[in-house]
């Protein structure tokens, strides 16, 4: 095994690089709502919107859902993933499994976990059904940081207050039939390009922006030592262990694999100036990317085993690259943590010490901050200072602390 697995009690070496392996892997969907207003050019932009950096993409290849009805949205999230075996599909993922044959490799979780095993170090590893700490490391920090998140976006109709449209179809023929369509908007369905732009003019010029209500709902991937041995005995093989019945059988375990509900959150986007857009879709794509850039954030100052961790880039001024997209404040506090790992090879934290953001220097990372020509959007790094502690060096995790 690696030397990282044989040290007791050693400090991690910690680079800006092994903040890849901090990294939360997220999947993100959407609600369509196709018949209300501004609904296609919602899932337009969505279908075309960027997993922000600071998240390891977990992405299936589906960004839109739709629902026969709308009045129990998490009823209808958790039918979808239980009927789409969601939680077998973000493993797969996890594994690389080849669709043709279920096989499987590490390639990904040695990517993401920044691991230099050999592939026989892997092997020897599964084959001890996690008597090492690589597999248990795995699963610990990668696996069960693992999210799926719904995001469900309408036009906010100002003359009204919150949007009252009333749906006059139905899209949705089936949750197994959505899965199949992958759910995509094709680029010949570009909306922004419908004959009938003329009337979306017309409507943005005389709102002078565009507004949006957004609810999102967290679901985490279950993983513990229990899923993981039953996963690496019956159903993970790979070139060295072949097993057809294994292989098989692994299409039928839906039931072991399972998401749980950590929670919501909701936000009206009402920041919709024109600054720095000079067509609808900018507009609209610049609100949409925002509103779901503040829930992710609310959603990490409201569950803390979401929370992200971003690595301290220098100390002498000391920086991250995290700011207003973050949702980050002179409010805003951080504790300092350095990786540690016992004598198990287990990786800890330990708090050395805690800081907080310098007024004025807080980086405007926000979509279309640039365009816009915000004050601090040209930093490229926030800048703190110490309110307690020391002894920090480059590679140090922080992490928001309420």
């Not at 859902?65 to 979808?80: D, H, Q, R, T």
């Not at 680029?187 to 999102?216: C, Q, R, T």
Request: aromatic share 10%; glycine share 6%; with cysteine.
């Amino acid at each position: 095994m690696t030397s990282v697995i044989l040290v007791s009690l050693q400090i991690y070496a910690q680079t800006e690089d092994d903040y890849e392996y901090e990294r939360a892997s997220v999947c993100m969907m959407l609600i369509k709502h196709p018949a209300k207003q501004f609904g296609c050019e919602i899932q337009y932009v969505f279908s075309r919107m960027q997993l922000p950096e600071r998240f390891n993409d977990h992405d299936l290849g589906v960004r839109l859902v739709s629902f026969a009805e709308e009045k129990n949205p998490e009823k209808n999230i958790s039918l979808f993933a239980q009927k789409v075996s969601l939680g077998r599909r973000m493993v797969a993922k996890w594994f690389n499994r080849d669709k043709t044959n279920g096989k499987m490799n590490m390639e990904l979780i040695r990517e993401r976990g920044l691991y230099n095993s050999t592939q026989s170090d892997i092997n020897s590893a599964r084959i001890q059904l996690r008597g090492e700490s690589l597999l248990a490391d795995a699963g610990e920090y990668l696996l069960n940081n693992t999210y799926f998140i719904m995001h469900d976006i309408t036009y906010v109709d100002k003359s009204v207050g919150w949007g009252i449209f009333k749906d006059v179809l139905n899209v949705s023929s089936g949750l197994a039939e959505i899965w199949i369509s992958k759910g995509s908007v094709s680029p010949g369905d570009n909306p922004f390009e419908n004959p009938s732009i003329a009337s979306i003019n017309a409507v943005l010029e005389d709102i002078k922006g565009f507004s949006v209500k957004i609810k999102s709902y967290l679901y985490r991937l279950k993983w513990n030592e229990d899923i993981a041995n039953q996963f690496y005995s019956q159903y993970y093989v790979d070139d060295t262990s072949f097993d057809e019945g294994k292989a098989s059988s692994f299409d039928k375990s839906a039931s072991l694999f399972d998401l749980e509900y950590v929670g919501m959150v909701e936000n009206k986007q009402s920041n919709t100036t024109l600054n720095g857009t000079t067509t609808n879709e900018q507009l609209i794509r610049k609100v949409c990317t925002r509103a779901v850039d503040k829930n992710l954030a609310d959603l990490q100052h409201k569950f803390e085993d979401f929370r992200i961790k971003a690595p301290l880039v220098s100390t002498s001024p000391l920086k991250a690259y995290i700011g207003m997209k973050e949702d980050m404040s002179e409010a805003s506090r951080f504790e300092v943590l350095e990786r540690t790992i016992d004598k198990k090879g287990k990786v800890k934290y330990n708090r050395v010490g805690v800081i907080k953001p310098i007024k004025g220097k807080i980086w405007d990372n926000r979509y279309w901050a640039s365009e816009e020509g915000t004050e601090t959007s040209s930093l490229g790094f926030s800048s703190f200072e110490k309110v307690s502690g020391g002894n920090f060096y480059p590679g140090m995790l922080i992490r928001e602390i309420k």
